[in-house]
């Protein structure tokens, strides 16, 4: 159940001192996240979700406040990113099947969503275009985290169970799917992501989005008895 279409390499050659910080930021927590968690993917998984899960729900709030103010459209961005953000939920509702968080992780998550959401939307007031090329540079993180856990997965160091009943429904996986078959979709909805973002950012700077990776098809329910 490979995805061959998924472009896994792409990267945002940054472009001026937005994209700079924006890229400076992403590889501080970048530096973090692998000093915290190593190869404990699961773990490691839970807790960026957590996070990964925030920008959209910002963006989409943000971009419908101003929409109302400026009394214009807005080309479809809220839903899309509302979209983003209820995405990434799924993905955290999949690996809390997969591990448990620690006492320690759920603190962490706690503290980190209250400095990463006020940070975040302060960041999105002050320049969206910043803020979605952050996301984009997150998301070329998640992409490449992925792939070294399908590495781990495949090397036998990281075990793959049978993909859990809400992974299975979500993406539409048969009843045999195990969490390999689950990681491979989750990553081309990460690189997804990165290329709208990019995008976004790309043109609130005036630019022209580029090529964007296709997304799989999710469940439009998220659980199976809804
Ligand atoms: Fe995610
Ligand atoms: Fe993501």
């Known amino acids: ?4 279409q998924v472009a896994l390499g792409v990267h945002h050659a940054p472009r001026g001192i937005s994209d700079r910080i924006a890229l400076g930021f992403t590889k501080v927590l970048r530096f973090c996240a692998d000093t915290f968690f190593a190869k404990r993917y699961g773990h490691r998984a839970i807790v960026l979700e957590t996070v990964a899960a925030v920008p959209g729900m910002v963006g989409a709030t943000l971009t419908h406040l101003r929409c109302l103010r400026r009394m214009e459209d807005d080309k479809g961005w809220i839903r899309t990113l509302m979209e983003e953000a209820e995405n ?3 993905h955290l509702m999949t690996f809390i099947e997969v591990a448990k968080p620690t006492v320690f992780e759920r603190i962490v998550i706690l503290g980190v969503q209250w400095v990463f959401y006020v940070c975040f939307f302060l960041l999105y007031l002050a320049s969206p275009k910043t803020a979605h090329r952050v996301v984009g540079y997150f998301e070329e993180e ?8 399908l590495a ?3 090397a036998g160091r990281s075990e793959n169970p049978p993909a859990p009943a809400i992974a299975r429904h979500y993406w539409k996986l048969p009843a ?3 969490l390999r ?4 979709v989750i990553r081309a909805d990460e690189a997804h992501h990165r290329d709208v ?3 976004f950012a790309s043109e609130l700077g005036g630019g022209q989005p580029g090529p964007v990776s296709p997304y799989p098809d999710h469940a439009a329910e998220l659980r199976p008895e809804a």
């Open 197 to 199: 973002n990019h995008g």
């Open 1 to 4: 159940m490979s995805n061959p």
């Open 181 to 184: 078959d689950v990681v491979v």
């Open 152 to 154: 781990d997965i495949d």
């Open 142 to 149: 998640a992409v490449i985290s992925y792939t070294h856990y």
């Open 176 to 178: 045999d799917a195990t």
């Open 88 to 90: 990434e939920r799924m």
